[in-house]
């Protein structure tokens, strides 16, 4: 079964004062997935989601959302968005339920069931009768994402969404963003510069810089060293590496906190277990070592580990 694609991005072009500040990005995300957009600060990030939810125009190319341009058809793309787009604005003397009141003015047919509904699975069932200032940041992140989902959107937009969050806070919003993704078949879009944190919480990531989408893959296709890397648990680990160099020199040998990291095949392993044996050297473990989503973004954006997107 082939996923469906809910957001196109064709070409997406973005010139001001004679600079190109996006260079052509084009990627799509389907229904049930969170897609994370990483960049260094600066990349292009935000105004690239800018422009897919028509708050900036676009130089050149276009953005679908269900089939809909943002360009010929914004109204009609747009209804089916949902956006956090930096901080959620709130009217901190308005109890959360007022302010969704509020916000659902702006749209024909949104219930008193529906708003129960939002708040229900955000979470905030028992403050959200509380004015809005005496809520904590997290709180303040789900009664936005509560407010951008009021309509039934097929699209999530979220700008740094764990922007402040304590770590309990963090893991309570990356839990509530995987289910939503899965249990309402939408398309997740998330921008945010904590790697730890789209690690865990998205299936696919794209990366920018300098305005140019370089790499888009799944992330455990992109952390994957496709069994290339296995850490070796040794008491002495500078001592065993000098060792293993003078036996087999071709390897890569990094040591890593207490454990060497060797470059080599799968099939080498035996050979590399019985030279251990001959040297008399106690190995706690061997398993094969994966580089974190930070290594590998540090290698992508870099120079000369750019990766060209094909």
């Known amino acids: 079964m082939t996923k469906k694609s809910i957001v196109e991005l064709k070409n997406v072009t973005k010139v001001i ?20 957009f990483l960049g260094p600060n600066g990349a292009g990030k935000t105004t690239t989601i800018r422009m897919i939810v028509g708050l900036m125009k676009m130089t050149d190319g276009d953005v679908l959302i269900e089939g809909r341009s943002i360009k010929t058809d914004f109204e009609g793309a747009v209804q089916h968005v949902g956006a956090i787009v930096e901080n959620p604005e709130m009217y901190k003397f ?19 069931e529906k708003i129960d509904e939002v708040v229900k699975l955000v979470g905030l069932e028992k403050r959200i009768h509380e004015k ?11 009664l936005g994402i509560a407010q951008s989902l009021l309509h039934d959107p097929k699209v999530l937009i979220l700008d740094e969404p764990t922007n402040g969050l304590d770590p309990a806070g ?22 945010s510069h904590l790697l ?4 865990m919480m998205c299936d696919r990531i ?26 070796l648990e040794v008491k002495e680990p500078h001592e065993v590496k000098e060792k293993v160099l003078m036996h087999h020199s071709s390897w890569t040998v990094e040591v890593v906190e207490q454990s060497l990291v060797i470059d080599m095949t799968k099939e080498q392993i035996p050979e590399l277990i019985r030279f251990c044996v001959a040297e008399n050297i106690d190995v706690y473990g061997i398993s094969p070592a994966t580089k974190t989503l930070e290594d590998r973004f540090l290698e992508v954006t870099s120079e ?3 990766v060209k997107h094909g």
Do not use: C, P, W
Not at 20 to 35: P, Q, R
Not at 98 to 107: F, P, Q, V
Not at 170 to 187: F, G, V, W
């Open 17 to 36: 004062k004679g600079k190109t500040i996006i260079d052509k990005v084009s990627f799509d995300v389907y229904g049930g997935e969170v897609f994370g």
């Open 196 to 199: 730890s944190e789209m690690e």
């Open 132 to 142: 809005v200032k005496t809520y904590s940041l997290g709180m303040r992140q789900r």
């Open 206 to 231: 794209g990366i920018i810089q300098n305005g140019k989408l370089i790499d888009v893959q799944s992330m455990d296709d992109f952390v994957s060293t496709e069994g290339k890397l296995f850490k």
């Open 94 to 112: 308005l109890s959360g339920y007022k302010n969704l009141i509020h916000y659902a003015r702006m749209y024909k047919g949104i219930s008193k």
């Open 304 to 306: 000369g580990g750019m």
């Open 170 to 191: 963090i893991r309570e919003i990356r839990d509530y963003i995987r289910r939503l993704a899965k249990e309402r078949d939408m398309a997740v879009i998330v921008s």
